[in-house]
């Protein structure tokens, strides 16, 4: 991948806080209240469902037949009244449009019914569900001669013609609605491609955009919006490319871009990519990086071992006054233990004033990761004393950290060994005869599917599991197993608090 340098000048920034600042007036005037007119009147639903069921029953009726019908229903026609109709048939088209046609044709039954943008909507996006793309180009020219075009129309019906791979038509509707005197919008455009994108069609987005270059120039949201989409769909060499058109416009990408080109050119295992790109940040724009992208990039070095790059950039975090998070305390704490700088990882945790359980967790799945459950069950025993309460994926790490993952895990679940027999077995409460079934096939050196640790816990969550955690326990410090028999002893011990409380709470 070749992405072009950035230049950082001051004028180039004038264009994004220009269109956060449009976006807010925008989002202030989109949750002004409605109109008194436009607010939602209680429906009657008996009227609803009768004249539903003449639309669907008569859809393919001559129009005297259905309206003959419909005005024998005497229902009051109001703006709630014609969404609740056209929520009912979210996929059909036909009755939806039989409806409009009547109350055009009848507006004296109805106190001339005026639609309005919402309406006008509704039935858009029914048209366009039901990809009929005449009727919904139709529609959409009508609502631009009366006036009644939105945001959320051009959103409704660009997604629709793009879906549909009507790109020429997706160009011509903003050449059709600024005709009708809906002008070019940059933010319009914005909202159209940050939707597409949302919805993966990014050839079609990409399109639109380079296609009304010439008449609505896009800003740095139009190009970070298409660069998202495109990692967001793995096509890394049409990121590149719209990154490399943003630069030669004169827009440097904002920070949350960066991120994105960075975690999935990681998520690819293009290792090389991601750090040139994170490099690229740290020259030009070295004060605006932030907690976000550290943790980024130390997270991804922690997982791939790589603990010379992770402590380098976490001490130049510290040096430029950021101070770390669970997260990246959490990923430090994993690669140390991992590798098997244990004291160091004791150092770094001693230094955090309240862990939590996810920092603990890092900890314990790098020392089990390196074989060292007795290190592990110590910082489970620290994190019971320093108050954190353990959870069922504590217990889960722990055992298979000291008993292992035994067996090898089925194709299917469904006819596992453990899933149809000895999960019958507890679930009909013999778990007795589950456990001893299961002893003699591993002695006998059966292939079993691997041991499920989550449902061995939970079918044991109860008073039965309360005596077999503590008696195992005790058994286990009997013959020298004593972390071991710290776990299970701590479960049972929890299992037991648990039913005392339900008892006393009922």
Same mark, same amino acid.
């Given at each position: 991948?070749?992405?072009?340098?950035?230049?950082?000048?001051?004028?180039?920034? !004038?264009?994004?806080?220009?269109?956060?600042?449009?976006?807010?007036?925008?989002?202030?005037?989109?949750?002004?209240?409605?109109?008194?007119?436009?607010?939602?009147?209680?429906?009657?639903?008996?009227?609803?469902?009768?004249?539903?069921?003449?639309?669907?029953?008569?859809?393919?009726?001559?129009?005297?037949? $259905?309206?003959?019908?419909?005005?024998?229903?005497?229902?009051?026609?109001?703006?709630?009244?014609?969404?609740?109709?056209?929520?009912?048939?979210?996929?059909?088209?036909?009755?939806?449009?039989?409806?409009?046609?009547?109350?055009?044709?009848?507006?004296? %039954?109805?106190?001339?019914?005026?639609?309005?943008?919402?309406?006008?909507?509704?039935?858009?996006?029914?048209?366009?569900?039901?990809?009929?793309?005449?009727?919904?180009?139709?529609?959409?020219?009508?609502?631009?001669?009366?006036? $009644?075009? /939105?945001?959320?129309?051009?959103?409704?019906?660009?997604?629709?013609?793009?879906?549909?791979?009507?790109?020429?038509?997706?160009?011509?509707?903003?050449?059709?609605?600024?005709? /009708?005197?809906?002008?070019?919008?940059?933010?319009?455009?914005?909202?159209?491609?940050?939707? %597409?994108?949302?919805?993966?069609?990014?050839?079609?987005?990409?399109?639109?955009?380079?296609?009304?270059?010439?008449?609505?120039?896009?800003?740095?949201?139009?190009?970070?919006?298409?660069?998202?989409?495109?990692?967001?769909? +793995?096509?890394?060499?049409?990121?590149?490319?719209?990154?490399?058109?943003? !630069?030669?416009?004169?827009?440097?990408?904002?920070?949350?871009?960066?991120?994105?080109?960075?975690?999935?050119?990681?998520?690819?295992?293009?290792?090389?990519?991601?750090?040139?790109?994170?490099?690229?940040?740290? *020259?030009?724009?070295? &004060?605006?990086?932030?907690?976000?992208?550290?943790?980024?990039?130390?997270?991804?070095? /922690?997982?791939?071992?790589?603990?010379?790059?992770?402590?380098?950039?976490?001490?130049?975090?510290?040096?430029?006054?950021?101070?770390?998070?669970?997260?990246?305390? +959490?990923?430090?704490?994993?690669?140390? /233990?991992?590798?098997?700088?244990?004291?160091?990882?004791?150092?770094?945790?001693?230094?955090?004033?309240?862990?939590?359980?996810?920092?603990?967790? &890092?900890?314990?799945?790098?020392?089990?990761?390196?074989?060292?459950?007795?290190?592990?069950?110590?910082?489970?025993?620290?994190?019971?004393?320093?108050?954190?309460?353990?959870?069922?994926?504590?217990?889960?790490?722990? %055992?298979?950290?000291?008993?292992?993952?035994?067996?090898?895990?089925?194709?299917?679940?469904?006819?596992?060994?453990?899933?149809?027999?000895?999960?019958?077995?507890?679930?009909?409460?013999?778990?007795?005869?589950?456990?001893?079934?299961?002893?003699?096939?591993?002695?006998?050196?059966?292939?079993?599917?691997?041991?499920?640790?989550?449902?061995?816990?939970?079918?044991?969550?109860?008073? &039965?599991?309360?005596?077999?955690?503590?008696?195992?326990?005790?058994?286990?410090?009997?013959?020298? %197993? *004593?972390?071991?028999?710290?776990?299970?002893?701590?479960?049972?011990?929890?299992?037991?608090?648990?039913?005392?409380?339900?008892?006393?709470?009922?």
């Amino acid at each position: 991948m070749i992405l072009r340098p950035l230049f950082n000048q001051h004028h180039r920034r !004038v264009f994004s806080s220009l269109h956060r600042l449009l976006t807010n007036e925008s989002i202030v005037q989109q949750h002004q209240p409605p109109p008194p007119s436009l607010q939602p009147t209680p429906v009657n639903s008996d009227h609803l469902i009768r004249v539903c069921t003449i639309l669907f029953q008569q859809q393919t009726f001559p129009d005297s037949k $259905l309206q003959s019908k419909l005005s024998t229903c005497d229902f009051q026609l109001t703006h709630e009244f014609f969404l609740q109709v056209c929520n009912r048939f979210p996929f059909s088209w036909r009755p939806v449009h039989r409806f409009f046609q009547y109350i055009q044709q009848t507006p004296s %039954l109805h106190n001339n019914f005026a639609h309005t943008s919402v309406s006008f909507n509704k039935m858009l996006d029914v048209y366009g569900k039901a990809r009929n793309m005449d009727l919904l180009w139709e529609t959409v020219q009508q609502a631009g001669q009366l006036g $009644l075009v /939105s945001d959320r129309t051009f959103v409704i019906v660009l997604r629709t013609l793009a879906s549909a791979r009507e790109l020429k038509k997706c160009v011509q509707f903003f050449h059709l609605m600024n005709d /009708s005197g809906v002008e070019y919008s940059l933010r319009r455009l914005n909202k159209v491609v940050e939707a %597409l994108c949302r919805d993966g069609l990014m050839e079609e987005a990409k399109y639109v955009t380079l296609k009304l270059k010439d008449t609505i120039p896009p800003d740095g949201f139009t190009y970070g919006c298409m660069i998202k989409g495109f990692c967001d769909i +793995g096509d890394m060499i049409e990121a590149s490319k719209v990154w490399n058109l943003m !630069v030669e416009d004169g827009f440097d990408p904002e920070i949350q871009v960066f991120e994105k080109m960075i975690e999935t050119f990681f998520k690819k295992n293009e290792d090389t990519e991601a750090v040139k790109v994170f490099q690229t940040l740290r *020259v030009n724009r070295m &004060e605006e990086l932030g907690l976000s992208t550290y943790n980024l990039v130390i997270s991804w070095f /922690s997982k791939k071992g790589k603990l010379s790059q992770a402590q380098q950039l976490f001490d130049e975090m510290r040096q430029r006054g950021i101070q770390p998070d669970c997260a990246t305390l +959490g990923s430090l704490l994993f690669v140390l /233990s991992s590798r098997g700088r244990v004291n160091e990882a004791q150092r770094v945790l001693q230094q955090i004033e309240k862990p939590n359980i996810a920092i603990y967790h &890092e900890l314990i799945k790098g020392l089990l990761s390196s074989k060292r459950p007795r290190e592990a069950t110590e910082v489970f025993r620290e994190m019971i004393n320093r108050g954190c309460e353990p959870i069922m994926h504590t217990y889960v790490m722990l %055992l298979q950290g000291h008993l292992g993952k035994r067996g090898r895990k089925g194709p299917d679940s469904t006819v596992n060994f453990d899933t149809i027999f000895v999960g019958g077995l507890v679930k009909a409460g013999k778990t007795l005869e589950a456990t001893k079934y299961v002893e003699r096939a591993l002695n006998g050196g059966m292939e079993v599917p691997r041991f499920d640790y989550n449902k061995f816990l939970h079918y044991f969550s109860n008073e &039965e599991g309360v005596v077999l955690f503590l008696e195992t326990a005790k058994k286990l410090r009997e013959v020298g %197993l *004593v972390d071991l028999a710290d776990v299970l002893g701590r479960y049972g011990e929890k299992m037991a608090t648990r039913d005392r409380r339900r008892n006393r709470e009922g």
